[in-house]
């Protein structure tokens, strides 16, 4: 059963507009959560993270949000660009526990597109 | 750049032949991964290490097999080749522990076919 879930495989936003990707997860251990970038033909890149302590993470255009309660995050990118047109992945881990429980698991994936 | 160097970036092999993918780091990171991605799944891990000579599994590990012998390098082995495991592999590396939070850093990937 997936423990991380992105729901939307694809999310189309115009250029200067927000970007809102979003991500579930079942698993109550999780305390810190992380936001990947990934570009055809190369590693996904870490792009944000939070941990579990807190609600926000703002790095520059992006910025994710933590709803505990819902078992739900979200990154939001303002102003999206074209460059940022990429698959993003969400991912948890249960850092806190170590050993097994601190890998990350992954969501499948939102491809974006921003269109100029 | 995080140093992460997979090789071969890209191989072909025929079913049931042995493969060996490579992974070496630069960066003294203690955790080491190996995942696949396939269209539909995201990222899923195979093996994991914690330390030189210490692995375990991950959620995909029927048909593979890990060794590290030394802190640098992690070898991920298909035993017999199937066309189930075609796929992109990607090495990732982490500095997290018990207790710590700490983002992996990923290779660049190698494309297996297995035909």
């Not at chain 1, 997936?2 to 507009?17: A, I, T, Y």
């Not at chain 2, 140093?3 to 993918?21: D, Y």
Request: neutral net charge.
């Amino acid at each position: 059963d997936q423990q991380v879930k992105q729901n939307s495989p694809s999310l189309s936003v115009q250029e200067g507009r927000i970007s809102i990707l979003n991500c579930d997860y079942t698993n109550s251990m999780f305390d810190y959560f992380l936001w990947y970038k990934k570009y055809p033909a190369e590693g996904p890149t870490f792009l944000i993270s939070i941990s579990s302590i807190k609600d926000k993470n703002e790095d520059g255009r992006f910025t994710v949000f933590l709803n505990k309660s819902a078992k739900h995050l979200s990154l939001h990118i303002v102003p999206s660009q074209p460059g940022d047109s990429a698959v993003y992945f969400c991912a948890a881990s249960a850092g806190n526990y170590g050993g097994s429980q601190g890998n990350l698991i992954f969501g499948k994936g939102t491809k974006l597109s921003v269109k100029p | 750049d995080a140093g992460i160097t997979q090789s071969p970036r890209h191989k072909v092999t025929e079913t049931g032949t042995p493969v060996t993918l490579r992974c070496h780091q630069t960066e003294n990171h203690r955790y080491m991964y190996w995942y696949r991605q396939d269209p539909g799944h995201g990222l899923r891990l195979i093996h994991y290490s914690y330390g030189v000579k210490d692995t375990d599994k991950g959620e995909v590990s029927d048909g593979y097999s890990v060794s590290r012998s030394k802190t640098e390098d992690f070898l991920l082995t298909l035993e017999s080749a199937t066309s189930s495991q075609t796929s992109v592999y990607f090495c990732a590396i982490s500095e997290s522990g018990r207790g710590g939070y700490a983002e992996a850093f990923f290779g660049q990937g190698t494309r297996l076919t297995v035909v």
